[in-house]
């Protein structure tokens, strides 16, 4: 090969090398941010992920997703929130709670983020309104102060001789003073004495649970949390262990042995916030996408748990029953 058709190549190549990496930059990079771990919520991203080619985005064609996870610890949320934002990602998708769209919030005014959560997004100030959110956030919300009123109602449905309810809260969540002031108001309204206990470590749950039992609780509702998720096998089996009859936020806790569960349906939660990103990288912004509210609400109980405890469930209770785990 003569010389200059050699330097000639080298130098196309060269010039082609920045193409084809503007090329790539060209695909939209988003970021994820969530509370929990990968191990345990893979389904769950998988679920994303859905959500994102129903809107015409695939991972790895189309699309880059960038993942951070705050493994259980809500004070690394910032951190990873900040990271995303220098990536200069097209998208936040803050997921497992409102912790981390609170924490992306924070990070940035520009960047648009879609969250999920179950807590009331009006309330922690995320947005101005469900209908018109206003700013760069929108998402998906499992139902608010609604929702812990009903778990409420049903656990008393359930047990209606308890006079005694443990609410277990995680201090550290940015929503547990305002979950508990709504489960407060709907146990004055029913009539029903609850006491809130708080656990925000694997250490502090041992101790609470041996609490509850010298408290002799009639029943416990453990509030939606992502360390409680994270610890959801720990927790249930403190629960069996001390023959408290305990209601859950999701399906998982009953599939690990909890006696019930009343909640979102979370795989649909983080589909939705998928189809809510894609609508975003084609151009809607989030000031304009109302909060969607979760319509697939699911009871969900394990007989053999009940059977462990005693308890029988009501013909007309198993009725509203979704879903029924032997």
């Known amino acids: 090969m003569r010389r200059r058709e050699f330097v000639g190549r080298i130098g196309m190549a060269a010039l082609a090398w920045p193409l084809a990496a503007r090329a790539q930059r060209t695909i939209p990079f988003i970021g994820f941010l969530n509370s929990g771990s990968p191990n345990e919520r893979a389904h769950l991203v998988e679920a994303?992920?859905?959500?994102?080619?129903?809107?015409?985005?695939?991972?790895?064609?189309?699309?880059?997703?960038?993942?951070?996870?705050?493994?259980?610890?809500?004070?690394?949320?910032?951190?990873?929130?900040?990271?995303?934002?220098?990536?200069?990602?097209?998208?936040?998708?803050?997921?497992?709670?409102?912790?981390?769209?609170?924490?992306?919030?924070?990070?940035?005014?520009a960047i648009p983020i879609i969250f999920s959560g179950p807590e009331d997004p009006v309330k922690l100030g995320l947005v101005a309104s469900l209908s018109h959110p206003g700013g760069n956030v929108t998402g998906?919300?499992?139902?608010?102060?609604?929702?812990?009123?009903?778990?409420?109602?049903?656990?008393?449905?359930?047990?209606?001789?308890?006079?005694?309810?443990?609410?277990?809260?995680?201090?550290?969540?940015?929503?547990?003073?305002?979950?508990?002031?709504?489960?407060?108001a709907a146990a004055e309204a029913m009539r029903a004495h609850v006491e809130v206990v708080s656990a925000s470590t694997e250490s502090e749950l041992d101790t609470v649970f041996a609490a509850i039992k010298q408290m002799r609780a009639d029943a416990m509702l453990v509030a939606i949390d992502p360390f409680f998720t994270t610890r959801r096998e720990q927790i249930v089996a403190l629960a069996a262990r001390h023959r408290i009859p305990a209601s859950y936020s999701?399906?998982?806790?009953?599939?690990?042995?909890?006696?019930?569960?009343?909640?979102?349906?979370?795989?649909?939660?983080?589909?939705?916030?998928?189809?809510?990103?894609?609508?975003?990288?084609?151009?809607?912004?989030?000031?304009?996408?109302?909060?969607?509210?979760?319509?697939?609400?699911?009871?969900?109980?394990?007989?053999?748990?009940?059977?462990?405890?005693g308890l029988a469930f009501p013909r007309d209770f198993l009725a509203r029953v979704d879903e029924v785990i032997q």
């Open 140 to 184: 998906v919300t499992g139902g608010g102060a609604a929702l812990h009123r009903k778990r409420l109602e049903i656990l008393k449905d359930l047990i209606p001789g308890a006079t005694r309810i443990i609410y277990l809260q995680n201090p550290n969540n940015p929503d547990a003073k305002a979950a508990a002031y709504d489960i407060m």
């Open 48 to 109: 994303f992920r859905q959500g994102l080619k129903e809107g015409g985005y695939v991972d790895g064609k189309n699309l880059a997703i960038e993942y951070r996870w705050a493994e259980g610890r809500p004070d690394l949320l910032p951190k990873l929130a900040a990271e995303l934002v220098e990536r200069k990602v097209a998208v936040i998708a803050a997921t497992g709670s409102l912790a981390p769209a609170i924490a992306a919030k924070s990070a940035t005014k």
């Open 250 to 309: 999701f399906r998982e806790f009953p599939v690990a042995g909890g006696l019930m569960s009343y909640g979102p349906n979370i795989s649909e939660l983080y589909r939705q916030v998928g189809l809510y990103a894609a609508r975003v990288l084609k151009g809607s912004r989030p000031a304009d996408l109302p909060v969607l509210q979760s319509t697939k609400i699911e009871l969900i109980v394990n007989l053999k748990t009940a059977k462990q405890l």
